[in-house]
């Protein structure tokens, strides 16, 4: 078939070549001369060329139209000579074509059947003030329902009023300590009256980022000079300075060969997993991970078996299964790409991994470290690198592939993974979030640049001065928060401080004592015969009862901490400690926080049991 199709390929063009010859020879039959090669080359040789003497324009004219008018003759002979020789050839050619006709003609019937629908279906000016006007009245529906994330409120006179929680309220601003609410938006979808300002003990703002006017400024002028985004993805036409001085900025601080910016903070670690771990390789991944790991575990596709969280024993009990399998098996360690995933603190649990053991029992199986520390990175450690150096280790040597999110302490948008070359390299081919999601904004990279200096406490001292003389960097930064997680911790344990003694044998602490999230669960007394939705509630009321009457913001985990996890941590309230805070602040919290305990398990026990046993048809 190939060698007939060939064959019919070169007779078209021998039969062309030879109608054109013919032109020629007919034009040169005329009354027009047209020039042999022979002659040019004579003529040009005595430089004469104007004796050259072409044919007329009218004559040329008349002969290309000839051959033109031949022309679909001569195709139908051509076809009918091919159809002779070969017609299942000449079938499937004019199927082809025909079909390809059938396809332009249906397109263009398509799409002017969609641009008369679009005429007949838009709306009127009528239709458009209506609409707008209506959204100006109205505003947009909420996300949920009345009836989903709603609790109960006690009011001063007994009534029951609704307050919906994790939904409702809008934050204006961060200035400090302090979050400013936006009441004009939050009072219609509350009954009950917010304050103005809280305590901000709720946001993940470990170093004051979200406050500092050296980063401020910095946004401020970034923006003005690159605009908002990037407008495309780092491999395309995404990548601009600021991404690779954040890059070089986090690579340095953190001594490594090199890093890759992630435009997001969860796809940084989803990616990396997924870009390293394949189909038939191994991983042995802690069950208290976050969902952005557990999401990359999944797109591996790898092999996946998990130990107990932060046990260690457990680990080396799945590491030995492991190798007595592979001595069964006959099958070599070095056969497939195996992996130890942890966090260096857990987000989910407040709880530091043990790093140091989990290192050991690394080299001794020879299985490479895959450690998340979105929440070590600007909080653990002397200078502020994280949990790696909280436990006396480095990164590319006693952890191969360390990834993080740059929204917590530094205060920027998106995530970074470091390590050697090969690591970094790999990625910018097999990262999914890497490869195809837009570029960070240049001017939050730049915030990244100067959040690692001013942790670094290397800040322009010019720039620093037009700011703030007095906001704390460096090592200053670090040594406050430290002293406010230390007093955070000791003041809520102490046994002998009013309010901190109304939470005794009600609320217990599960983060370690280093950590700054802090997570309070209801003491056994409490959560004893209390389904897990029925703890939420209460802890809900708490959070509701101190950010109404104490005027402290907390989080309230037990809601929303609950999908796509392997293991689900315990309904929780979620305090965090930050450098913006001072004594008076933790005060004002342990007073809230047990004001409120007092208020909704003790003062308002039967009406709460009431609420929890009537609690579908109250809503």
Request: glycine share 8%; charged share 25%.
């Amino acid at each position: 078939m190939a060698g007939k199709f060939t064959q019919h390929v070169f007779n078209l063009g021998f039969s062309s070549g030879r109608a054109i010859h013919k032109l020629l020879l007919d034009a040169q039959s005329s009354s027009a001369h047209w020039p042999s090669l022979s002659e040019v080359y004579s003529i040009s040789n005595a430089n004469n060329i104007s004796s050259i003497q072409l044919p007329s324009i009218h004559s040329v004219f008349t002969y290309v139209v000839t051959f033109l008018s031949q022309l679909p003759n001569r195709y139908r002979i051509w076809w009918w000579n091919l159809f002779q020789s070969d017609p299942l050839h000449v079938l499937v050619e004019t199927l082809l074509i025909v079909a390809c006709i059938i396809l332009v003609v249906l397109q263009r019937r398509a799409d002017w059947r969609f641009s008369q629908e679009r005429k007949k279906g838009a709306p009127t000016d009528k239709d458009v003030e209506h609409l707008l006007k209506d959204w100006k009245e109205n505003g947009r529906k909420p996300l949920v329902s009345r009836k989903e994330g709603t609790i109960t409120a006690r009011s001063g006179r007994g009534e029951n009023k609704y307050l919906e929680v994790g939904s409702g309220l809008v934050v204006d601003k961060i200035e400090g300590s302090r979050l400013f609410l936006d009441l004009e938006l939050s009072k219609e979808k509350n009954n009950c009256k917010l304050p103005q300002s809280v305590l901000n003990f709720a946001t993940l703002d470990y170093i004051a980022t979200s406050s500092s006017p050296i980063l401020r400024k910095t946004a401020l002028d970034a923006l003005k000079h690159y605009g908002c985004g990037s407008c495309g993805p780092r491999g395309f036409y995404g990548t601009i300075d600021a991404h690779l001085e954040a890059e070089e900025a986090v690579s340095n601080f953190l001594g490594t060969e090199g890093a890759i910016l992630y435009s997001d903070g969860a796809s940084a670690s989803t990616s990396t997993l997924a870009a390293f771990a394949k189909r038939g390789d191994m991983l042995i991944v802690d069950e208290g991970v976050n969902e952005a790991l557990l999401t990359g575990i999944n797109l591996s596709r790898a092999n996946v078996r998990y130990f107990r969280h932060n046990d260690v024993k457990d680990l080396r009990r799945i590491l030995e299964k492991v190798k007595q399998q592979d001595i069964s098996l006959k099958r070599k360690a070095t056969d497939q790409r195996r992996f130890l995933v942890v966090e260096g603190m857990y987000r989910n649990w407040g709880t530091l991994a043990p790093l140091k053991e989990i290192v050991a029992l690394k080299e001794e199986f020879h299985y490479r470290l895959i450690v998340d520390d979105s929440h070590g990175i600007g909080t653990l450690g002397k200078s502020g690198r994280g949990s790696l150096e909280h436990a006396g280790l480095k990164p590319m040597i006693h952890c191969e592939i360390l990834t993080f999110s740059l929204e917590n302490a530094l205060g920027s948008v998106g995530g970074m993974t470091v390590g050697s070359e090969e690591v970094v390299d790999h990625q910018r081919l097999s990262g999914a979030g890497y490869c195809f999601s837009a570029s960070a904004p240049p001017f939050l990279s730049k915030v990244c640049v100067e959040s690692v200096k001013r942790l670094q406490g290397t800040v322009d001292g010019n720039e620093s001065k037009s700011t703030d003389e007095t906001e704390l960097t460096g090592p200053a930064l670090l040594n406050r928060l430290r002293e406010n997680i230390s007093h955070l911790y000791s003041t809520l344990t102490n046994s002998s401080h009013p309010y901190a003694l109304k939470l005794r044998n009600r609320l217990s602490i599960t983060s370690d004592p280093l950590s700054p999230l802090l997570y309070l669960r209801l003491a056994d007394e409490e959560a004893t015969g209390r389904t897990r939705s029925e703890q939420t509630f209460i802890l809900d009321q708490i959070a509701h009862h101190c950010l109404v009457n104490g005027n402290v913001a907390v989080v309230s985990t037990g809601g929303h901490v609950k999908k796509y996890l392997q293991l689900v941590p315990e309904p929780s309230l979620r305090l965090v400690a930050s450098a913006s805070h001072d004594k008076e602040d933790v005060e004002v919290l342990v007073k809230a926080l047990g004001e409120a305990v007092e208020s909704v398990l003790v003062h308002n026990a039967s009406q709460m049991e009431y609420t929890l046993q009537h609690k579908d048809n109250i809503r």
